[in-house]
């Protein structure tokens, strides 16, 4: 990647956390911690990696990415937006009864929506489903699940582990947004995770670590990601939730929280939107 598509995806990513907190801002609901620290993995996938066409959102052998942390939705509207599968004059409705982007992802209402979530733990089970499809189609076509840390403590989700595995689905690619918290406190507070790498490798799985608020170091994973054939991969992109808001960064109290007028000032003042 060259320097100048790293800054200039860097400074998306920028653009979509000022945006983001100016919906839920305006809106007085929603996710921000877990919208922020997934930013530059939606970002390196919907516009660097992903073959996929908004004009065409259901097409034939197109690359699926499942948001299986599905409070995070607002920052994947942004990207989807962004990309063009809905008009960005739709975002204002966010949250709204009857809207075209509800609280939680809608795979009926979304264009680019792939997989409708929110109950924790069913996108592993689900984009192994949609690689498998795609294999016995015979396209050479990825599925990328993002899923947070403390939703893999879901059982289920090791169900799909172990059934990746069995079935070397090498074209799905687990996005872990390892940030090290969860609704109400830390991983290590509510379930400690231990050694996560061992646990995905035990399951036979590859794992990948990567920088998740790099757009650069993420786009080099998925492409070592890809070279791995007959396991299914997961990387491990570290990240920080509530991540280019200070007072937000790494604290499970921004999980689901209304954002106040004075804190909204203190957040634009401090992503360069606009002065406190
Ligand atoms: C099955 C299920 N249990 C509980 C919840 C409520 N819930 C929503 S988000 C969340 C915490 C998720 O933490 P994590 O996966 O680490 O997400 P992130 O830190 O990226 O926001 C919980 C418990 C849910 N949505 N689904
Ligand atoms: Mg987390």
Redesign the pocket.
Known sequence: MTNERKEELQRQCLEFRNELIDLLHSIQTG?P??SL??TEILTALYFEIMNVDPANPCMEGRDHLILS????APMLYLALAKKGYFPEEELKNLRQIDSMLQGHPCVHKTPGVELST????LGLSAGLGMALADRIKGYDAYTYVI??????Q?GCIWEAAMSASKFQADHLIGIL?N?G????GT?EEIMPMGDIRAKWESFGWDVITCDGHDVEDICNAVAEAKKIKGKPVLIQARTV?GKGVSFMEGKNTW?GKAISDEDYGKAKAELGGVKE
């Open positions: 996710h911690g877990g620290s997934c942390k599905g409070h995070a929110g109950p924790l733990g899923m947070g840390d403390g939703e893999i879901e947004d940030n918290v969860q609704l109400d991983n939730k999980h």
